[in-house]
Every structure is written in C-alpha cells, then in structure tokens.
C-alpha cells in the first residue's frame, strides 16, 4: 500500500513539474484563460495538443499471436515486409508460422534497405500495389517498420505523387486524408520506437539528406513488443538503436512547449504529429530515461543479459510514445544530414554493402553540443535529465545545466565505446558548410528546439561536434 502511494505522489509531483519556470518556455506558466477561435489567427501560437500512439502488445512469445491478430481483422491477402537478414532468423520463422497456422494467404518483400531511400520506399511501394493487399505486417526495425508504413500509404493512395506526404520544404506535406489498410510492426530492435509512431523517414538521394512523412494515419494499428527478440541484436546494434532512445527521450523533453508552437492549425486535420513538449509526453519521456539510467549499459555490455534488453525494448516504447507527439528536435535534424552525407563508413556489425552511418550513431555524434546549446532555454529539464542520468546535480548552477547533461552525456558514449566525433565517421570542417544545408530544411524538427536557431549557431554545433571526448 505504502508503495502504491508513494508511486501516486511521484506521478503527481512529475506533473507538477513538468514545464520550465521561465515564462517563455515554461508549461508551469499561468496567463488568463481566453475563448480561441481556431479558425482565425493561422499564425497564433497553438494552444492544444493531442496524444496518439499504436496499440502496444508487449510479453515473451507475443508474436506468434498475429497470425489471430490478422484472422480477427478479417484480412484475406497480407503484405509482409521484413530485411533480407531477419528473413532467416527465429523471429521471422515465427510471424510466418503463426500465419500460416491460421491458413492466411501473405507475400514476403524482403527487398528493403537498411536506411531506407527515396528509391527504396518507392520499390516497396511497388510491390504494395501490385499485391492489392488488405494488411500490412511489418518485421524488423525501424528501416523495415518506415518502409512498411510508405509501401501502405501510396498503396492506399494509388494516384498520390510520392511528394504529396513528404515533410515542406522538400515535399508538398499533404495531410492523408484517406483511409490507409491496418499495419501490425513487429519490432526486432530497441531504438526507433516506430511501432508507436506515425513517421516514416529516409534518405532523398538527390538532396544527399534524411526527411520523411508525418501523419497520424501511418502509424500501426498494433505494436506487438517481443522481448524474444531483442537476443539477435549484435553489439553495435544494441549501442546504437540505444542511443537513439536516449535523445528521443532527451529530445522529447527539452523541446518547445505545445503552447509556444507556431501557427496554430486552420483545422485539426493540419496539426502535427511533432507538437511540442507536453504534460503527458514527458511522462513517457522521464520514465525511458529511468530505464536508460538503470539497463543502458548492462544490455550493451552483455547480450545475455535478458533483464536488461527486455527493458530497453520497452524504453524504446516508452521513448516512442513520448517523441511520437512532442517531437524530436537538433540532434535529429542535424543527423540526417550526418547519415545523407556519408562518404565512406560502414559500421562494424552491420550486414550492408552500402556506406552508411546507423541512425542512433549519427543523432548522439551531436548531442552532446546540442544540449550545451539548448540548456539556457530551460536548464531545469536539462538538470533534471541530467540527474536522472546519473549526475549529482545538488549544487548544479542553472549556467551549468548545459555542461552537466552533456557530461552525462559523453559518460555513457564513452562507457559503450561510441565513435570520437564526426571525424570518427569520415567528416571534416570543410564539409560543415554542406551538412548546415542539409540540415536547414528540416523545418519538422529544427523548429522544435527550445533555443531559436540561426544558421551559425549549425556551424558552430556541427564543429563543435567533429571530436566529442
């Protein structure tokens, strides 16, 4: 009982505090209350914020449920996307068994690159509609669970340009407004959270730069969480999907607040899915970094650790729900020009025959100087993500908020052997001025940071981050 209240007194004290002080970015922050009319003032700040994620089934051996799952929804002709690798391995064996039991008719696409590309969204889609699929199961990690979520949307959309949904300035960024075929994610790793989000991301060969599509109406309808799987998971794989749970907590968190957004949405429709730090994100935001703190390391370090990859399987749900709809902010802008840029490195333990830098290496190469950028715009949450993380933050100074977390930070870059800086990946200060222009469309998440943005503040980030020990 005495633990039930103290977990009650937690939860409430979290709420509490959940916004920054300062009046201008702070969620704690009273002004008098006002009627809104949204459909004046298109250039008003925002002043709601909606919660949407996938329906999450998580527990040992849960995945050979979907093959009922998909019985239930009544589907006739499934389309099963997955990677070359995983095609061959126990999780696969069991999506496939547990729909053939339940004698369902599928086809398996396994063509799918390890950070998807324009060009293969595009040969996924292809497939897609070819196949008239009535369902989609998605099987592997966040590049499988992205393209899934694109081959359904154009399928469902035939005549749809394919930069019709592609996030402004690069594409036109129409909201969906049809009716998109249910998909079911299966998740092998424990990073991207994609099995609770409505974006999909890939690389625009011609610009040499991430950028994606955004829309409530992608994400899957279940998200079936299987810690079972988290045993295939090599090292650097580990590591690195790892770290990217870490910043889409960190991210999350220190974003702008949904109040502070700008324009306020004509229409509800028009809302997106990356609306600003809120009270109900930051829930699931603080409690992955809770996981972090206590299974970060252990599930690298020692991949017989069960406990430890269970729980950082869930952290990436729990990360997942809180980005989902707060959003991500510098860190994920800037990594996309990192991973779109690349010259010539490979990471180890990973089976590609492409250059390529993995999505959670390029997003931590920068977060330590992002979050000593972002720290004067609410050095509170950096304090207290920084506390969370391990630092003794009694005596911290607000000045000080921004060098702690970023200590934290390097911490545990430097305890799970992360590559010393872009140089480690290939890049020099010559190539900043190029990753600054692929890092200024990305207005999706750049426009999130808690701190305003100009162009030179991406030129120093970006040097800043060349060596990070």
């Known amino acids: 009982m005495g633990s039930t209240r103290q977990s009650v007194q937690s939860l409430m004290k979290i709420l509490a505090s959940a916004g920054c002080r300062c009046p201008a970015h702070s969620q704690a922050f009273s002004a008098p209350l006002q009627r809104m009319d949204c459909s004046t003032q298109p250039t008003a ?3 709601a914020f909606e919660m949407a994620c996938s329906n999450i089934r998580y527990g040992e051996g849960v995945t050979q449920e979907v093959g009922m799952d998909f019985k239930n929804l009544g589907a006739k002709n499934i389309c099963v996307i997955t990677d070359k690798n995983l095609a061959k391995l126990p999780p696969m064996q069991t999506v496939l068994d547990s729909l053939q039991k339940q004698k369902l008719n599928f086809q398996v696409f396994d063509d799918i690159r390890i950070e998807p590309t324009d060009i293969s969204f595009k040969q996924a889609i292809t497939f897609a509609k070819n196949g008239n699929f009535d369902a989609y199961l998605a099987v592997g990690g966040g590049s499988v669970m992205d393209t899934c979520k694109a081959a359904n949307l154009y399928a469902s959309n035939p005549d ?10 690069i594409g036109k960024g129409k909201p969906v407004t049809g009716t998109v075929k249910p998909l079911i994610a299966v998740p092998t790793t424990s990073g991207t959270g994609s099995e609770t989000t409505g974006v999909a991301i890939f690389d625009h060969t011609e610009l040499k730069a991430k950028t994606g599509i955004g829309s409530r109406a992608i994400r899957p309808l279940l998200g079936i969480v299987d810690p079972l799987h988290c045993r295939y998971m090599p090292n650097r794989v580990a590591a690195y999907s790892g770290f990217d749970v870490l910043c889409h907590a960190l991210e999350s968190y220190t974003a702008i607040p949904y109040q502070e957004r700008t324009p306020r949405p004509m229409d509800p429709i028009q809302r997106p899915a990356y609306q600003g730090s809120n009270p109900i994100s930051d829930i699931w935001s603080l409690h992955a970094l809770r996981i972090i703190k206590k299974y970060f390391r252990r599930a690298v370090q020692d991949p017989d650790d069960f406990e430890a990859r269970s729980n950082m399987h869930l952290a990436s749900v729990f990360a ?15 990594s996309y020009a990192v991973a779109g840029q690349v010259k010539t490195y490979r990471a180890k333990q990973y089976d590609v025959d492409h ?25 509170e949450r950096h304090i207290e993500a920084a506390n969370i993380l391990g630092k003794d933050t009694t005596n911290c100074k607000r000045e000080d908020a921004g060098l702690v977390l970023s200590d934290a930070l390097r911490q545990f870059m430097h305890d799970l052997e992360i590559e010393d800086g872009l140089t480690a990946l290939g890049y020099t200060k010559d190539d900043v001025p190029e990753l600054v222009k692929s890092t200024l469309p990305q207005h999706r998440v750049t426009k999130l940071s808690p701190r305003l943005l100009a162009e030179e503040h991406l030129h120093q980030l970006f040097n800043d981050s060349m060596k990070v020990y």
């Open 45 to 47: 700040k925002e002043y």
């Open 160 to 169: 749809a340009d394919f930069l019709d949904f592609v996030n402004a300035p």
């Open 320 to 334: 997942g729900i809180g980005f989902g709809n707060a959003g991500v902010h510098l860190c994920h802008g800037m």
């Open 355 to 379: 250059a390529m830098v993995p999505h959670g290496l390029s997003v931590v190469m920068t977060a330590p100087a992002v979050f000593q950028y972002t720290a004067s715009a609410c050095p």
